[in-house]
Structures are given as structure tokens and as C-alpha cells.
């Protein structure tokens, strides 16, 4: 009987523990089907974030460009998903709305840019015809009107206002106006003017006609320039025309005025330069061109300091292992003058600018390696060359006076040696056309080269000291006191 009853309890005790599981399991269930629910919000909620102002205002009849929107969900960009809608239109005032709205995950979110359409520019006026009328008197002129466009009103050419007014003897005013129907107003002018035919009025400064002496610094008196519409235009006056103080001849300087018209006028003054007799002694300056060279500059130093003679080198750029016999020169007491950091006329001479960063380039250089400050150039070709008409028409003329004016000395010669013509002239040939070009009494400036193609230049060096000793001439390296020799400027 006991054990009867001890299975039947069991059984009750199975049963129970049956329904409580199966209670547990529902919860769980349950339990599911509530996250399942719910898990849209769990993921966070979107946002929309508006590109540039909430409220914004544009211009009636200008094209409004929707900054647009972002949209993200933590960290993740959800802006492809934004639906974007706008009434706006520009041609009418008025505010109005730009909608933006996201569906994400059941969820609805939504901005709003409020958008408000304004007009504060006035009327736009185009002349018909010039903006500048030129007339030969005020009754020839004749109204071309306009037309004016509004943004909001459109057309409003038949409200154009239109008045004159004679601002001087020879200008007058005209002034068109229109207003839109806000208020806004827009204006042009157009200008009548006189022709003008009457040059500018140059008048000399001094004498039409100046007489000087070789050597006498000269100081040219300028001229007064006044023009009956632009008054006074004296700083515009452009001058041609240069004194050589040092060559005897008569000389024209042009003045050119041109007014704002065009209209142009000259005049000019002649300078002579008398010629003044004087000893200066039976004097050569030796001059080497092109250089320095390893080799054949190095025998020339060589050659001069064996016999005490002082020469003058005018160079070209040089590399930093041609540095230490720029310094011998300097060290052993000869001149040092600028031939140009290049040589090829082709850039050189394009310009009197391009021709003076040339010079300067070079003359700074020397100054920074070596402290030395030359005073003294040559023109590759000299002051008389005419390859220079190539690359720029009148550029001599010019730069003989810019140097001049910046203080420097330029130098041609009297004497060639003739080595320029061809590399490694026989020395016998460089000799003659030395020695026969001395002449008592002057200063006689001889042109030779020391690049290392002229080897017989100084192979003849020795001949040409020996032959101007033996007959009564000094040497001398050129100095700030040296008369220059200067030929005749031909462009």
C-alpha cells in the first residue's frame, strides 16, 4: 500500500515540474517576441542636420541653390535617404519652404528651411551704343537710348529717365535711371565728349641752341609739357638723344609729348660739343675681353707682372674655380671692369631693362665674392654695334645714357688687336695691328682677348709692352679719372 502510494506521488511531482517548464518556456517566448519588437528604437533614432542658414534670402530673379541637408544615425551617414521638396520660386516675392523628410526603420523625421524671396537690386541698364560718344560738337550728338531689365518686373525700358548735364567745355553728361516697382534704382551714364585735335605745348627749358666743351658735364635744362584737356604732362614727356661729353659734335635731343587723345608733339635742342686741344700724353691702356680663363688670362697676369704693367679685364660670369684669379687681379692692382653675365646679344640687348639686370647681375656678383666695385663696363660689340637694331630698335641710345645717369663709366677702344675675328690669329698679325694703331699724345685703349681660344693674344703680349716702352708710351690700368674713348652710337 506504502508503495503504491509513493509511484502515485511521483507521478504528481513529474506533472508539476512539466508545467513549470512549460511556463518558463512561454515567458521566454514572450520575452522574444517583445525584443523583436522594440529593436527599431534600440537602434537609435535619426537625425537631420541642415546645410547653411534656416532662413535664407535670395535675390528675385536669381537662381537659388538648396544647400541641402545630412542626415546620420549614430555614426553612420544616412543622407541618400533624404527626400527633399521645395516650392521656392524666384520670380515672385514671398517666403517659402524647403522640406526635408527621412523614413528610417519605422521611424519619420522631418526638417524645414524657410526660404524668402526679396528684391533689393534695382533695374539692370544696357546703353545702346558706346559708352563714350566722341563728337565734333554737342549738336551733333545724337540720343541712342537703352534698354532696362528688372529681375522681378522684366522689361522696364519705357520708365528709363534720361539727363544731360555739360560737366566742362568739351564733356558733357548723359545719365539714364530706372526704378522697379520696390523702390530699387538702377543707373548708366554715357559720356559725349569733344573731339579733341589740339597736340600738347612743349616749351624748352634754357636755349634752343647750347654750346660746351669736350669733358664739360653737361646738364640737360628739360622741358615744360602742358596740354589744353590733360594739363600739365611734363613727367610724360619721353626724351631722345644723348651728349657724349667726350666726342666733339653737335647733338639733337628730341621731346615727345602725347596727350590722352593721342594727339602728339616735339621739340628739340641742339648741343655742340666743341673739341678742346689738349696733352694727355702718349698713354696705353691694355683691355682683355671674355675672360677669365684658366689658361690664357693666367699667362697675361703672368706677362703684365713680369714687366709692372697694370691692365684692365672686363669680365664675363665665371665659375668658382676662376674666383682665385679674379683675385690676383684685384691683388696685383689691375681694373676690373663688367663685359656682361652673359654675352649673347640675342637676350642682352632685347631691352635697355634686360641690358642693365645683365650688367648688375655680374657687378653684384663681383661685389659679394670679392668686396670689389666696378665702376666701368664695356658693350658687348661696344657702344657702336649694330646687331643690337636686331633685338630692339634704339636700345644704344638709350643705354649710353642710362649707364651714364647710374653713375658708371663705359669704354670702347681705338685700338684692335683684331684677335676678335678668328680664334688663335697668327701673333704677328695681332702685333702689326697693335703697334700701328698707337698714336703719340692720346690715350690708346687696345681691345684684346683672354678666353682660352685666344692663346696667341698673349703670345703677342710681350712684342706689344717691349714696342710701346721702346717708344716713349706709359701703361696704365683705366681709373675713375680716365677720358673715356667712346665711339659713335649707331642704333
Avoid at 523583436?36 to 528675385?60: F, R, T, Y
Wanted: proline share 2%.
Amino acid at each position: 500500500m506504502d508503495k503504491s502510494r509513493a509511484i502515485i506521488n511521483r507521478i504528481f511531482e513529474n506533472e508539476k515540474e512539466k508545467r513549470l517548464m512549460g511556463a518558463a518556456v512561454l515567458v521566454l517566448i514572450g520575452l522574444c517576441i517583445f525584443i523583436l519588437a522594440i529593436s527599431p528604437l534600440v537602434g537609435g533614432s535619426p537625425v537631420i542636420a541642415l546645410n547653411g542658414e534656416e532662413d535664407m534670402k535670395v535675390e528675385c530673379g536669381s537662381e537659388f541653390t538648396d544647400p541641402g541637408a545630412k542626415a546620420t544615425v549614430k555614426d553612420e551617414d544616412i543622407s541618400d535617404l533624404v527626400v527633399t521638396t521645395s516650392n521656392v520660386d524666384t520670380s515672385k516675392l514671398g517666403m517659402y519652404h524647403v522640406e526635408y523628410k527621412l523614413k528610417y526603420k519605422k521611424r519619420k523625421v522631418s526638417r524645414q528651411r524657410n526660404v524668402e524671396v526679396v528684391d533689393h537690386t534695382g533695374p539692370v541698364i544696357t546703353l545702346n551704343g558706346d559708352a563714350k560718344v566722341v563728337v565734333d560738337n554737342f549738336e551733333e550728338y545724337q540720343e541712342s537710348g537703352a534698354s532696362a531689365v528688372d529681375a522681378c518686373d522684366g522689361d522696364v525700358s519705357k520708365d528709363i529717365k534720361i539727363t544731360k548735364e555739360q560737366t566742362n567745355d568739351y564733356t558733357m553728361k548723359v545719365h539714364y535711371e530706372a526704378t522697379d516697382s520696390h523702390g530699387n534704382t538702377g543707373e548708366a551714364d554715357r559720356e559725349v565728349i569733344i573731339r579733341d585735335v589740339t597736340a600738347p605745348e612743349i616749351t624748352l627749358n634754357g636755349d634752343a641752341e647750347i654750346t660746351i666743351k669736350e669733358q664739360e658735364k653737361y646738364e640737360d635744362p628739360g622741358v615744360t609739357a602742358v596740354d589744353d584737356r590733360d594739363g600739365d604732362i611734363t613727367a610724360n614727356v619721353v626724351k631722345s638723344g644723348y651728349v657724349d661729353v667726350y666726342r666733339a659734335d653737335t647733338y639733337t635731343e628730341t621731346y615727345t609729348a602725347t596727350d590722352s587723345s593721342g594727339n602728339t608733339s616735339q621739340v628739340t635742342r641742339k648741343v655742340t660739343v666743341e673739341k678742346v686741344e689738349q696733352n694727355m700724353g702718349s698713354s696705353i691702356y691694355l683691355t682683355f675681353d671674355d675672360g677669365p680663363s684658366s689658361d690664357v688670362t693666367v699667362r697675361v697676369l703672368d706677362t703684365l707682372k713680369a714687366n709692372g704693367i697694370k691692365a684692365t679685364f672686363f669680365i664675363c660670369d665665371y665659375d668658382e674655380d676662376k674666383l682665385p684669379i679674379i683675385q690676383r687681379m684685384i691683388d696685383e692692382g689691375h681694373t676690373i671692369g663688367i663685359h656682361g653675365y652673359s654675352h649673347d646679344y640675342s637676350q642682352i640687348y632685347t631691352s635697355k631693362d634686360a641690358f642693365m639686370e645683365n650688367i648688375n647681375k655680374l657687378k653684384n656678383k663681383l661685389k659679394e665674392d670679392t668686396g670689389y666695385d666696378a665702376f666701368v663696363i664695356r658693350f658687348p660689340g661696344g657702344s657702336s654695334n649694330t646687331v643690337s637694331k636686331k633685338y630692339c630698335a634704339g636700345v644704344m641710345s638709350q643705354l649710353v645714357q642710362t649707364v651714364t645717369d647710374d653713375g658708371m663709366m663705359y669704354m670702347d677702344w681705338n685700338v684692335s688687336s683684331g684677335d676678335a675675328e678668328r680664334n688663335n690669329r697668327p701673333a704677328n698679325q695681332i702685333i702689326a695691328n697693335v703697334t700701328s694703331g698707337f698714336k703719340q699724345n692720346r690715350n690708346n685703349v687696345v681691345l684684346m682677348h683672354d678666353t682660352s681660344a685666344k692663346q696667341t693674344s698673349a703670345d703677342a703680349l710681350q712684342s706689344i709692352i717691349t714696342y710701346g716702352k721702346n717708344n716713349g708710351y706709359s701703361f696704365y690700368p683705366i681709373s675713375k679719372d680716365t677720358i673715356p674713348v667712346h665711339h659713335g652710337v649707331n642704333n
